[in-house]
């Protein structure tokens, strides 16, 4: 069974390394994956990436507190989920609580690092295994091998952010949420129009103008909302970073806004230009209206950091 280990921090990445030594000893048939260790050299990694994911059997996901928005470990939870059913993809949390989970995570079903959630998680990666072994024998295993996990796990530094983050909550925010998905489906329900093409008709354009239209002060980052809102069906992950990078700009918190506006254009540099194909972005057309978009966030960015006085970086990407 081909198992691909998702990893995203220096924390995140030491605790997929000891998964992958760990899990083959106590299930033989599982063949575990993680990026970095098992790319030889000179191999790219976006096709190495790439070709792991259509190959698993099975996805696990490292999350720590760090990660919980990292736009690698959303991007490949994305695309584990286009590839995987969803009980085949499973988030394992390492000192976070559940109710810590939301956005493109929260769809699949977590378990904590502790005995109890490991082993179910052993037990979900048997049943979806070719040739399963039988219970008695993995349970064990398990019990003879669990502590040694345990201690390796616990010499894993602890986080140094110990504060829960909470996200403000806007009822305005949530009121111009819906408008644009209201918007939208009646863009793509225009009569005459196989829907296959309706979403290349969606000039990206016309943001421009209905952030203007809808901008309550110089600044409103407003655009940030609609572009991100636009893409919410296809990459869920990058959605939910860009409603994010909204409510910070919004805020009007400098200290965040930096790392907000360079985590969401992370992101959308990755979806861009990473492992999908063509035909995963909906086409060449499709691809070029994401690129198009590319260039007006910038442009948006640009401005509200310009208005909240932070200076762009000198390679003329914001921040």
């Not at 050299?41 to 490292?62: H, M, P, S, T, Y």
Request: hydrophobic content about 40%; glycine content about 4%.
């Amino acid at each position: 069974m081909k198992l691909f280990i998702s990893w995203s921090g220096e924390r995140s990445k030491a605790f997929a390394i000891a998964l992958k030594e760990w899990l083959p000893l106590v299930l033989h048939f599982s063949e575990p994956w993680l990026s970095e260790a098992d790319i030889e050299a000179g191999q790219r990694w976006a096709d190495a990436v790439a070709k792991e994911l259509e190959a698993c059997n099975f996805g696990v996901l490292c999350v720590t507190r760090e990660n919980l928005n990292s736009p690698w470990l959303l991007f490949e939870a994305g695309a584990l989920a286009k590839s995987l059913d969803g009980a085949r993809v499973t988030p394992l949390l390492l000192d976070i609580d559940f109710k810590e989970v939301s956005g493109p995570l929260a769809q699949f079903q977590a378990k904590k690092f502790e005995k109890k959630g490991m082993l179910e998680l052993i037990q979900s990666l048997n049943q979806n295994a070719a040739q399963p072994v039988p219970d008695d024998r993995y349970k064990q295993l398990f019990e003879a091998l669990w502590p040694d996990l345990e201690k390796k796990i616990a010499t894993i530094p602890k986080s140094a952010t110990a504060a829960k983050h909470q996200r403000p909550q806007s009822e305005v925010l949530e009121e111009l949420v819906e408008a644009v998905r209201k918007m939208e489906v009646r863009v793509r329900e225009q009569p005459d129009e196989p829907r296959p093409r309706r979403r290349n008709k969606f000039n990206p354009m016309m943001f421009r103008e209905m952030a203007q239209m809808l901008s309550e002060r110089p600044g409103d980052p407003i655009g940030v909302l609609l572009l991100a809102s636009s893409v919410r069906e296809d990459f869920p992950w990058l959605y939910e970073i860009g409603i994010e990078t909204y409510r910070i700009l919004k805020s009007g918190r400098k200290a965040e806004a930096r790392e907000a506006v360079q985590r969401f254009m992370r992101a959308l540099e990755v979806t861009l230009h990473g492992p999908f194909r063509h035909e995963e972005l909906g086409g060449a057309s499709r691809h070029m209206l994401m690129r198009e978009m590319e260039f007006i966030m910038r442009d948006l960015l640009d401005s509200h950091m310009a208005h909240l006085e932070i200076p762009k970086s000198t390679k003329g990407n914001p921040l």
